[in-house]
C-alpha cells in the first residue's frame, strides 16, 4: 500500500473516531444541559473529557494501532493535546456563543470541526502516537 493511501486510511479512521468521541461528548454535553440543567460552559468542558477518553482508546487500539507503545509515555502525550482541545472546545464554544449570540450546540459543532482536524488529529498523528509511524 502507497503512503498516500496509507495517510488517507488512518485520516478516515481518525475521523470515524472522532465522530464516535464528538457522539459522546455531544449527548453529554445536551443531556447535562437541557435536562439537568448545568450551565453550557460547564456540560462543554464535561463533554469534552468524556469525548476525549473515548478518543483516546479507540485511537490507541484501532487508529494508530500503538498498543506496543509504553502507556505511560503515550498517556502523557495525549495528555498534553486533551487539555489542549478542552480549553480550545470549552473556551472557543463560549466565546463564539457569546460573540454571535448563536445557540451553544451550533458554536460547539464549529469549533470541534476547527479543533478535531486542525489540532487533535494533526498533534495525535505527529506527536503523540509517533512512535508507531517513524516510517512516514
Excluded: P
Excluded at 12 to 28: L, R
Excluded at 33 to 46: D, N, P
Excluded at 114 to 124: D, T
Aim: positive net charge; glycine residues 8%; hydrophobic residues 50%.
Amino acid at each position: 500500500m502507497n503512503n498516500t493511501k496509507e495517510k488517507a486510511i488512518m485520516f478516515g479512521k481518525a475521523q470515524c473516531s472522532a465522530w464516535v468521541a464528538s457522539a459522546v461528548d455531544f449527548g453529554i454535553t445536551l443531556i447535562l444541559t437541557s435536562f439537568a440543567g448545568v450551565w453550557y460552559g460547564y456540560s462543554t468542558f464535561i463533554g469534552a473529557v468524556c469525548g476525549g477518553i473515548t478518543n483516546c482508546g479507540i485511537n490507541y487500539r484501532w487508529v494508530f494501532h500503538a498498543t506496543g507503545m509504553k502507556k505511560k509515555y503515550m498517556a502523557m502525550r495525549y495528555l498534553f493535546v486533551w487539555i489542549g482541545s478542552i480549553v480550545l472546545n470549552t473556551f472557543g464554544t463560549w466565546q463564539l456563543t457569546e460573540l454571535s449570540g448563536v445557540n451553544y450546540i451550533i458554536s460547539k459543532t464549529i469549533v470541534a470541526a476547527f479543533v478535531a482536524v486542525f489540532w487533535n488529529y494533526h498533534l495525535q498523528r505527529t506527536f503523540v502516537f509517533r512512535a508507531n509511524h517513524a516510517n512516514e
